[in-house]
């Protein structure tokens, strides 16, 4: 068995827990960052993309939780959980509001599932073969969380996406607050269990070039079948300068991130504010209504 890393932030008292939000698509338009085709194109990807993989990462921490003994891990274990269920949950409106909308989202749909299914899933092994195999998930899995944590700090910080419908840029930052909030579970799960340097960098290497090939496919596919007059009639332009314009970060984070998580003495605590997904949280309009909601069936 692995150890912990360094848990500099052991005795806070702050706890990870699941938040029941909903969120009306009612007005919503398909183009809802306004005259950015391909940059809503990459939200869309990240809310047709992400469900799954967040299913299989709920599913994989659940499969070590009775390998986890330190009662602060298994707590934060369990909160992960439930907050990567609900984010799930939470972009099914967004898959309901393509589809009324005339995107033909059932085939990354299908190959999302596939993936999370077949390619990583659980396998259906015992014994050795099921630990080993549960270890080289959770090293892919922290490292796609790194990334997804990283994105989720930029969704809270870019001043230039605030043109966006406003539900959909509290879903974003709401997703993106709890990311940062929830950005050591998986990486400590690892480190517990395994710890392999090893291991690490051969995983984070294998979720970088994973990402890229599903973030290509799955851009071209949403921009090629587009159904709004409006569409981007030179998507590549049309997606180089929503970068330099800073509406969507640029896929070269999956490359420069890398450096940063082979650090040996790297810790996801070091990345991110925490401070910042907090105070967003206090705020959010869906998180604050679903405050009001669990305390009033409470009292």
Do not use: C
């Not at 967004?94 to 995107?103: A, D, Q, Y």
């Not at 879903?171 to 799960?189: K, T, Y």
């Not at 332009?237 to 991130?257: C, D, H, M, Q, W």
Request: proline share 5%; aromatic share 10%.
């Amino acid at each position: 068995m692995g150890t912990t890393t360094s848990r500099r932030y052991a005795n806070e008292a702050y706890a990870i827990t699941a938040r029941n939000v909903t969120f009306d698509w009612s007005g919503v338009p398909l183009h809802y960052l306004p005259g950015e085709p391909v940059a809503t194109q990459f939200f869309n990807f990240m809310h047709l993309v992400l469900p799954e993989g967040e299913r299989a990462m709920a599913a994989a921490l659940a499969e070590a939780l009775p390998y986890i003994h330190d009662e602060r891990l298994r707590e934060e274990v369990q909160g992960f959980i439930g907050q990567e269920s609900m984010h799930a949950s939470s972009h099914e409106g967004v898959r309901e509001h393509l589809e009324r909308n005339g995107v033909p989202i059932q085939p990354v749909i299908e190959r999302m599932q596939y993936f999370a299914d077949r390619v990583i899933g659980e396998r259906g092994l015992t014994g050795r073969a099921k630990k080993q195999w549960l270890k080289e998930r959770l090293g892919l899995y922290a490292a796609m969380e790194h990334f997804t944590a990283v994105i989720g700090q930029w969704f809270l910080d870019s001043e230039e996406i605030e043109d966006m419908h406003p539900m959909m840029l509290d879903l974003i930052r709401w997703h993106g607050a709890e990311e940062v909030e929830h950005r050591n579970v998986v990486f400590d799960a690892f480190q517990y269990l395994d710890g392999s340097y090893t291991r690490r960098t051969r995983t984070a290497l294998l979720a970088a070039a994973t990402l890229i090939g599903l973030y290509a496919v799955t851009m071209r596919y949403l921009v090629r079948n587009d159904p709004e007059p409006e569409k981007a009639k030179h998507p590549i332009l049309n997606y180089i300068t929503a970068t330099r314009r800073g509406k969507i970060p640029s896929f070269t984070v999956f490359i420069t991130e890398m450096p940063k998580y082979l650090r040996p003495n790297f810790h996801p605590s070091d990345m991110g504010d925490l401070d910042a997904a907090i105070r967003y949280l206090a705020i959010s309009p869906a998180a604050r209504a679903a405050e009001s909601t669990e305390t009033e069936s409470t009292s």
